[in-house]
């Protein structure tokens, strides 16, 4: 909790053309673990225990925002920084610098309600880059883009001066650094970040500082720029320039009087971005050079707050000073180069109190992300910075008479091959061994549980049908893995049994109450019983998972057979329905069935009448028939009488 009665006094603060920054310190309650000892029985003394304690201490916050947003970056100063005083020495006396403590001062002070002490912007700039040199470890640094490591650390000096320092803010101002008191501005220009931030919100989208820098990092400026190679085909030797060297920034946009209007919509943002940042940042870096080849200066510190981290800053400002020097110039950069001003403000703010001067700083990590390499070639974050506060003194190695001349004892396992080296290297390469199988083993039985997870999910959903269900298990795939289906289930099945007893085992083992002779073996405890506690939930949720999909495809399967079983018995009760409808409505149309009765009825009889007519038709047919017959005989046997009697005429 920020003890804010000690605050008052303790904040320097920097109002930019762009940006405005803070620094503050905070009382913090900070947890120090020490051994718990005891004497046994005449023996030394035995630390068992690790006790936590907690003890107050101090941190430098350092905060940033945009100018514009001044009323808030004041509200909070106000209201968190600066409450009624209660103690007796505090003076309500703040430290600023920059343009802004000129031009808010009364605002400042109205609205804050103190005392505001207007310092020095070059002196407070000199002050905080001189206390990040000489304090913070790492925080200077070379770029090149073109060797294997883009970064290469400096280590804190003592011994940094002379050096020229070129602060880029919304303009840029070069120092010439001789010693803590001794500098002088030698130069500057007015092209710096106010600058690259007009110019990129005229001729792009961008909105902000960081939006417009995000821009660039994507562009090629070698779309808009004109090379050398574009002017002579290639590298101009006569010169000794190469192809690649920019001749004129934003060379390609020309057109003469004659030619047709640029279409700016066909023109890359990025590239434009990109160009203009390769202009401003070349000509700081031509700038500086000349000025420190003029008093013969070998190192530049780049500050301000306009590079950020950003690799083709760094990369153009490090080519440039390198180019026009010809080597004999080192481009340097500062991880936390935009809070020099703050920072000498806040110093100047405790100058006066002794105690301070005995105050030693380190970076706090636990928060600052900014020396931490996200890969080999870029740094997470150079905005974020807390310094820790000591109020003893802290130094390498205080008990060696010169810690720079300590050279501590090592063994060089390879020559020549040492015994010593083989078993350490048997022991790692068995512990990797190990550890692979049970990461792997367990990462396993994890995929499975997150598998089943899914499945049973798809299960769970209401759109999906138990008969869709089944005809996605007939699918040919799943014909295919039918038959070795139930193996892989009895066999997952008894896997992810032997997990889970061996997880319950691990757990009883580890569970225990020990009396642990080491306090790291009792953290070495605690770190395994969690691992066993954690294998227990992922073998015991799978192992249920995988009995619950089991069941769940069995009721799927049997449900679906009932649908179906359903579906036919509904068609033919339908079916039957529509016969008995249709009986039903034959015996309601009973008047309808009379009619065709007698209709039938009738037809028969006339049939009938037309049988018993035929029938006599026959009858008279046949009498007729018979007496024909009669009258041919009768006709016949006269003819043979007459024949007779001819003949017997003759034979007379």
């Known amino acids: ?43 030394s003394d035995i630390c068992r225990d690790l006790v936590e304690t907690a003890e107050p201490a101090l941190r430098l916050h350092f905060v940033k925002t945009e100018t514009k947003y001044i009323d808030k970056c004041i509200d909070f100063i106000k209201t968190e920084l600066m409450p009624t005083c209660r103690s007796s020495n505090c003076s309500r006396v703040v430290k600023a610098t920059g343009g802004g403590a000129h031009k808010y001062f009364d605002k400042i002070v109205s609205e804050i309600g103190c005392s505001m002490d207007r310092v020095s912007e070059i002196e407070c700039v ?5 206390f990040l040199l000489k304090n913070i470890n790492e925080e200077v640094f070379q770029f090149s883009k073109d060797s294997e490591t883009h970064y290469k650390f400096r280590h804190h000096d003592d011994q940094v001066f002379p050096y020229l320092l070129v602060n880029i803010g919304s303009g840029v101002s070069i120092i010439k650094v001789l010693s803590d008191t001794e500098f002088e501005r030698v130069g500057g220009t007015a092209m710096g970040g106010g600058t690259f931030w007009g110019l990129g919100s005229l001729l792009t989208d961008a909105k902000g500082f960081d939006e417009l820098l995000k821009l660039a990092t994507g562009g090629k400026s070698q779309n808009v720029d004109m090379l050398v190679k574009d002017i002579y085909g290639g590298t101009y030797e006569a010169m000794n320039l190469p192809g690649d060297l ?40 031509q700038i500086a050079c000349l000025y420190a080849r003029l008093y013969e200066l070998k190192n530049i510190y ?36 935009g809070y020099l001003g703050a920072l000498g403000a806040f110093l100047k703010s405790i100058q006066e109190e002794a105690e301070m001067m005995r105050f030693t700083y380190d970076e706090n990590f636990s928060l600052n992300a900014s020396a931490i390499m996200n890969d080999a070639h870029s740094i997470v974050d150079f905005s974020m910075f807390e310094l820790n506060v000591h109020t003893d003194q802290h130094s390498a190695l205080p008990l060696l008479e010169n810690s720079a001349l300590y050279k501590p004892d090592t063994i060089d396992y390879l020559d020549p091959p040492s015994p010593v080296f083989n078993r350490c290297i048997n022991v790692f390469k068995r512990e990797i061994n190990r550890n692979f199988r049970m990461s792997l083993m367990w990462n396993a039985a994890a995929g499975i549980l997150l598998s089943e997870i899914v499945i049973v999910g798809f299960f769970c959903i209401n759109y999906i049908s138990s008969r869709r269900w089944q005809q996605i298990f007939k699918l040919r795939i799943f014909t295919l893995l039918a038959p070795s289906a139930a193996t892989a289930f009895y066999v997952t099945l008894i896997v992810l049994i032997c997990l889970f007893g061996d997880s319950v085992m691990s757990m009883y083992k580890y569970s225990g109450h020990h009396d642990f002779q080491h306090p790291g ?30 069941r769940f495809t069995k009721l799927l399967s049997s449900h679906a057979t009932l649908v179906a079983s359903n579906a036919a018995l509904e068609s033919q009760a339908k079916n039957a329905n529509e016969i008995a409808q249709q009986y039903m409505e034959q015996v309601d149309n009973g ?55 001819t003949s017997n005429k003759k034979d007379d």
């Open 302 to 337: 780049f500050g301000g707050f306009f590079i950020r981290g950003n690799e083709s800053t760094m990369h153009s400002i490090s080519y440039g000073v390198s180019f026009w020097s010809k080597g004999e110039v080192t481009a340097l950069f500062l991880r936390h180069e």
């Open 126 to 130: 000199i002050t905080g880059c001189n």
């Open 591 to 645: 008047p309808n069935l009379d009619k065709d009765k007698e209709e039938l009825q009738n037809e028969i009889n006339e049939l009938k009448k037309e049988i018993h007519k035929l029938k006599a038709d026959h009858s008279a047919l046949k009498s007729q028939s018979e007496g024909l017959a009669r009258e041919y005989d009768r006709v016949v046997e006269e003819l043979s009488k007459q024949g007779d009697s």
């Open 1 to 43: 909790m920020v003890n804010k009665a000690m605050l008052s006094y303790r904040l320097g603060s920097q109002y930019g053309g762009s940006l405005a920054k803070v620094v503050y310190m905070s009382e913090i309650t900070r947890r120090k673990s020490v051994w718990s000892c005891s004497e046994d029985e005449g023996e």
């Open 521 to 550: 073996a009792k953290y070495e405890n605690h770190m395994h019983l969690f691992r066993s506690q954690r294998n227990f939930y992922i073998s015991g949720c799978a192992l249920f998972f995988l009995l619950i999909i089991n």
């Open 246 to 285: 920019t001749a004129s920034c934003f060379g390609k946009t020309v057109r003469a009087s004659s030619d047709e209007p640029i279409d700016r919509s066909k023109l890359n943002q990025a590239d434009i971005a990109k160009s203009l940042l390769h202009m401003i940042s070349n000509d700081i870096a």
